[in-house]
């Protein structure tokens, strides 16, 4: 890698003519039920049994939908949950995607202070002593919580590895706001953490014009998403909560630039289990239609996309 | 288990005359030459040999500590640096201090919405459908930005599990009052964030009169610790910044009630690494003693508890 992530973004989002990313949440009980039937039949042990699934469904739900993606988003939970094998599937899951051509966005959510956050930081986007680099995502989110010398770290990370950050500012869910919408000296807290994030990502901006250190903003809160661009008008905003979570293409407009760039939105459950019943035998077409169809959609939202 | 977490921490406390955690933080470059040397020589590959190298310092590290501390605290950054092979570390560190009579606190510090948080709690505090127990934590650490609704699931494993949670407050790093500290309606966010612990954790409090949803709240902020204590009088604090971080036994003091309850003391690097240069030979004395000078100190500032 030699550019920014940034500008690897903003190239992704222009050859693919998309702002789609999709998110991987391989909750095992939704998985479909002839790969979930193969897998425990292979293994005895019932996380071999459940990463072995998940191996096999994210390789399916990567190939069919690389065409419509600029990017993919493995939620690190789904993988922790079933312990070390689930772990090795979450690093499967990034070089399957990786060789599909897709850049990985890993959604960790890690924040802690100095030391530990080097430790996390080396965990997910790679330090110099190892050498393989596409089992590493090629961005994480991260918290901010700490301030910024829990961000220090993970900054270094971003710019010696060309790797990009994702800082939580106001998310998707219905409480975000009980901490997050506080108003502090006349702003609401995620305002703070929004001038935080121009400051952390000022000195990486990318050719492209964006920074490789983007921002977390929900598609469930639009009037919040419309403030926030203004806010930070050189960051890349990944947006959640489109689908599942009740947000729409049009919700998300504001957060697109007059060029297309400037937002990734993901959609997770909304397209990993379009299918609906684990029974479906058409399961991987429901995939790729759920991700043709929110990548339309989003052009149609973001109407200039460079193409 | 059959007992709140809240009390069988009180009672560990009690028994053990010590409010002591020692924290696990197995940096591979500090770790003693001899036992470096011994796992590189038997794992070529990389993640394998620090991880083992990392199960043999934990077993000997809470082997040494165990009669000095109520519980150890495993900082999961320093194993997931290493892969699935570091997470196999991890489980391995809280069998051995299960095994020791040890609680362990799994340093996590994750936070995240609904469905995802709940795949965390599984992952770490155990699920239904996981028979064996040993490999979990009796309590984690968790991120309060997305407030209540990403806190439910966690809360929900508490009670289920008798499992512990600790909050994070008021951190104890240097940038931690760049959000922590923000005024909001008279009081800093880290005050409202206490109040919420506190609501959290109302319905799960144990015969001790603590509750099992406890809080973090670092030592290097004596002002902020006192005030907080006020604010959350029936939460279990978890207190970093001792030690290494220039944090003094007589600094956490007002942290503890009359009957040397309702805080625990986390060292980690001032302990386990103790020994100075990796190539100590005496370094599990080291340890041990840095481990019950820690307790004796602790003992002092909080003269009282319960013997």
Chains 1, 2 share one sequence.
């Not at 918290?143 to 500012?169: H, I, M, S």
């Not at 994030?197 to 598609?219: D, K, R």
Request: aromatic share 8%; with cysteine; proline share 6%.
């Amino acid at each position: 890698m030699s550019l920014p992530f940034a500008d690897r973004l903003a190239s992704a989002v222009r050859s693919k003519h998309s702002a789609l990313v999709v998110g991987l949440d391989p909750q095992f009980a939704k998985l479909p039920v002839e790969i979930r039937e193969r897998a425990t039949a292979h293994h005895a042990d019932q996380r071999e049994a459940a990463a072995a699934a998940i191996k096999e469904f994210d390789a399916a739900v990567i190939e069919e939908v690389a065409p419509f993606a600029a990017a993919v988003k493995p939620q690190i939970a789904y993988y922790e949950r079933w312990g070390p094998p689930g772990l090795a599937a979450y690093e499967h899951a990034i070089e399957k995607a990786h060789a599909a051509g897709l850049l990985v966005i890993g959604d960790i959510k890690r924040g802690d202070i100095g030391p530990t956050a080097e430790a996390y930081a080396s965990a997910h986007l790679g330090s110099g002593t190892t050498a393989e680099r596409d089992q590493f995502a090629d961005a994480i989110t991260v918290n901010p919580y700490f301030g910024t010398d829990g961000l220090q770290p993970f900054l270094n990370a971003v710019r010696e590895k060309d790797a990009g950050l994702f800082v939580l500012v106001r998310t998707s869910n219905a409480s975000a706001g009980e901490l997050q919408d506080l108003q502090a000296l006349g702003q609401p807290v995620h305002e703070h953490v929004a001038a935080r994030v121009v400051a952390w990502g000022h000195e990486l901006t990318g050719s492209c014009g964006y920074s490789s250190v983007g921002a977390v903003v929900g598609a469930t809160a639009p009037r919040e998403l419309a403030r926030l661009r203004e806010c930070m008008p050189r960051t890349w905003f990944l947006i959640p909560g489109v689908g599942a979570q009740g947000g729409t293409a049009a919700d998300v407009a504001p957060a697109f630039d007059s060029d297309g760039l400037g937002a990734l939105v993901n959609s997770s459950r909304g397209i990993i289990f379009a299918y609906g019943s684990p029974a479906a035998s058409e399961w991987r077409r429901s995939i790729r239609e759920a991700a043709r169809r929110l990548r339309d959609e989003l052009r149609t939202a973001a109407p200039q996309a460079a193409s």
